[in-house]
Structures are given as C-alpha cells and as structure tokens.
C-alpha cells in the first residue's frame, strides 16, 4: 500500500495518552475483538495490552505505541472510518487522489449518481462535493462502487495504480458511512423508546400499575406504545417534526453529541423529504414533541385505552364508576377523572399521552 498515512497527521498514542484519537483506537480494537471493556478515551493498562496483542498478531513491534507503521496496518482494517471529523478532502489526499484526480472522481459522480445540480469540477472536494457523495450513495447505494470505476477515467486509474481497489473500497464504505448519517426514516431504529411499565421511574410506575390493572379489571384493551423515551430519540422525532412544518431550517437545527445525524442534505428539497420521512416513520403526525418530555424522565406513558359498551371500574379511592361513551380514553374525560385518582393525568392535546402531572 502507498497511501500517505501522514496526509492524516495523526499523533503517537502510548500508555497516558487522552483524547479523541485514542477513542477511536479503543473503538477500532473493541471492533475487531481485542479485550477492551470500556471506550473512554484513556489510554489505560488494558488499551496498552490489547495494543500490544494487535501489534503482536499482525507482525509489528509490540511496544505498545501505536505510531505510523501501527496506524498504516489499522488504517487499512477499518480504522480509516472511526477517525473523527475525517473531511472527504483529507481521506482523498491520504488516498492518493490530487487534483486532477478529484476532478474525475466529481465528474464521474455527476455521471452516475446524476447528480441535480451537478457538482462543481474544480478539484476541491469540500462541502458541496462531500454532500455529493452522499447523495450519490443515497441514490445508487450498493452499485455505486462499481459505477465509480467504471466512470473513472484511465490516467487516474494509472495514478492509482495496484492501489485503486483498495482505495475506492475505503472512498465506497466512506461513502455509506456519510449516507446513513444522513436524516430518514432509517433513524427510526435508533435510540429505541420503551414500551415496558417496568421501566417508568418509581412511584409513578406503581401508580400506572395500578390504573392498569384497574382498566383490564374493567374489561378495557389496553396497547402500550411509549414509556421511557431516550433524549436521543426525542431530539431526532422534535427536529424532524419542526423540519417538515416549517419551524426552523435544517441548516440551523443544534448538534446532540450523542447523535452523528446530518439533516442537510444535498438539495434543500431532499432535506425537507427525508425529515417528512422521519415524522411519517415515527408515527408523530400533528402531535407535539417535547425535547424535555415527561418520557425523558420515566414519568409518562402512551397508550391506546378503548373498550365496548359501558365498563365499571374501580378508581384509586375504591369508589366503582360506570364509564360509558366514547369508548376511547383518549376522548374519555371522565375516564381522565378516575385515571388522576391513581396519580396518572392525562394531557388534553395529546391523545395517547398520560403522565405523572399531565405534561
């Protein structure tokens, strides 16, 4: 392999080391099954042993100091993808791709991907040429690869020579990477919400126990559909929510550490899709989505509550009442008024939702 594994200016990491290189080390080691417990960014006695068993099994000094002739074995195992902040103009540098080559590579995006407008061909692969790629993945996904060499033309193909394979597999599963960080409905499968009572904070998970077995008792069908509700998840269904009604511009929705989304697309209009996609795959529709829900806190619960006819049931005080129609508690006030006897209150405005203060 030639590529320039300085092009990435990464620093020498031994035993003592802190930061964010060294997370992405634990993380490349814990990927591929070396004994590492926690990523934490510390370079502690176990990343020290688990390095020294890489270096060990893949022919290199075992010193425990990942320096160039470590980072050039890894780089090329997948290590290249859990660099962070990794911009698209470095890795075609550390790739072998200089001007010239860039112009092919964004040329021969606008001929496979057809790209709308067409990237610029300038030889600059920066932020409208990275968007490029993602799209250009996001449209063509597993064809991509090939497409990609076929459309390139020979000189570059020369330039790169024994390493073209090898570099348009780390450009590709680049590529997929920046696609899935892309706002859609496939975000739906992150950071899942809860369905269990079980997992509501005490004492209101008792109290929903309670009202439970109370409506069950009562002859009513009872379907949980949210409980605990991660702040991950309630910040991806709040910024999709206000993407698609217009409430703010993707371009202006704040990052969340713990969420590598992009909500920019390559056009405006993919933007305002995929964020409709999102609401659509979330089940939201008009309902309000708090940032700061009673979910986040394992005080709230939906559920759908309906029965047939007229049910007696037992509120909190003992007290047995006949509730009649609509057969549905989410319209039911007077059911709202037996429900508030066992600690749980439901929100007017939104139908499934009931909490531990009716917010």
């Given at each position: 392999?030639?590529?320039?594994?300085?092009i990435?200016?990464?620093?020498?990491?031994?035993?003592?080391?802190?930061?964010?290189?060294?997370?992405?080390?634990?993380?490349?080691?814990?990927?591929?099954e070396?004994?590492?417990?926690v990523?934490?960014?510390?370079?502690?006695?176990?990343?020290?042993?688990a390095?020294?068993?890489?270096?060990?099994?893949?022919?290199?000094?075992?010193?425990?100091?990942?320096?160039?002739?470590?980072?050039?074995?890894?780089?090329?195992?997948?290590?290249?993808?859990?660099?962070?902040?990794?911009?698209?103009?470095?890795?075609?540098?550390?790739?072998?791709?200089?001007?010239?080559?860039?112009?092919?590579?964004?040329?021969?995006?606008?001929?496979?991907?057809?790209?709308?407008?067409?990237?610029?061909?300038?030889?600059?692969?920066?932020y409208?040429?990275?968007k490029?790629?993602?799209?250009?993945?996001?449209?063509?996904?597993?064809?991509l690869?090939?497409?990609?060499?076929?459309?390139?033309?020979?000189?570059?193909k020369?330039?790169?020579?024994?390493?073209?394979?090898?570099?348009?597999?780390?450009l590709?599963?680049?590529?997929?990477?920046?696609?899935?960080?892309?706002?859609?409905?496939h975000?739906?499968?992150?950071?899942?919400?809860?369905?269990?009572?079980?997992d509501?904070?005490?004492?209101?998970?008792?109290?929903v126990?309670?009202?439970?077995?109370?409506?069950?008792?009562a002859?009513?069908?009872?379907?949980?559909?949210?409980?605990?509700?991660?702040?991950?998840?309630?910040?991806?269904?709040?910024?999709?929510?206000?993407?698609?009604?217009?409430?703010?511009?993707?371009?202006?929705?704040?990052?969340?550490?713990?969420?590598?989304?992009?909500?920019?697309?390559?056009?405006?209009?993919?933007?305002?899709?995929?964020?409709?996609?999102?609401?659509?795959?979330?089940?939201?529709?008009?309902?309000?989505?708090?940032?700061?829900?009673?979910?986040?806190?394992?005080?709230?619960?939906?559920?759908?509550?309906?029965?047939?006819?007229?049910?007696?049931?037992?509120?909190?005080?003992?007290?047995?009442?006949?509730?009649?129609?609509?057969?549905n508690?989410?319209?039911?006030?007077?059911?709202?008024?037996?429900?508030?006897?066992?600690?749980?209150?439901?929100?007017?405005?939104?139908?499934?939702?009931?909490?531990?203060?009716?917010?």
């Amino acid at each position: 392999m030639a590529f320039n594994v300085n092009i990435l200016k990464l620093p020498v990491i031994k035993i003592g080391s802190e930061g964010p290189i060294v997370r992405a080390w634990q993380s490349f080691l814990k990927g591929v099954e070396f004994p590492i417990d926690v990523v934490d960014g510390d370079f502690g006695k176990q990343t020290d042993q688990a390095t020294r068993s890489y270096q060990q099994r893949n022919g290199l000094t075992a010193d425990g100091i990942v320096g160039n002739a470590t980072y050039a074995k890894a780089l090329n195992q997948g290590l290249i993808f859990r660099l962070p902040n990794l911009s698209a103009n470095t890795l075609l540098s550390y790739l072998g791709f200089g001007e010239a080559e860039v112009k092919d590579l964004q040329a021969s995006l606008n001929k496979s991907a057809q790209l709308s407008p067409p990237l610029k061909v300038d030889g600059d692969f920066g932020y409208t040429s990275s968007k490029g790629l993602a799209e250009a993945y996001k449209k063509r996904d597993v064809r991509l690869r090939s497409e990609l060499q076929e459309a390139l033309s020979n000189a570059t193909k020369q330039k790169l020579g024994e390493d073209l394979t090898s570099a348009l597999d780390i450009l590709n599963g680049y590529a997929k990477i920046q696609r899935f960080r892309l706002s859609g409905p496939h975000w739906v499968d992150s950071f899942p919400t809860s369905r269990s009572i079980a997992d509501l904070a005490s004492p209101f998970r008792q109290c929903v126990e309670s009202f439970q077995k109370a409506l069950i008792d009562a002859g009513c069908q009872v379907i949980v559909t949210a409980t605990h509700r991660p702040k991950e998840r309630a910040y991806l269904m709040h910024y999709a929510a206000r993407i698609d009604r217009r409430d703010i511009a993707p371009k202006y929705v704040p990052s969340m550490a713990s969420v590598d989304i992009e909500w920019e697309h390559y056009t405006n209009a993919g933007s305002l899709q995929a964020a409709k996609d999102m609401v659509e795959a979330y089940g939201v529709g008009g309902n309000p989505v708090s940032l700061n829900s009673r979910h986040i806190q394992r005080l709230a619960i939906d559920w759908n509550v309906t029965w047939n006819g007229n049910i007696t049931i037992k509120d909190a005080n003992g007290r047995m009442l006949t509730i009649g129609n609509p057969a549905n508690a989410a319209l039911n006030r007077a059911l709202w008024t037996v429900g508030s006897t066992y600690g749980v209150y439901k929100l007017s405005n939104d139908p499934p939702h009931w909490s531990v203060d009716g917010y």
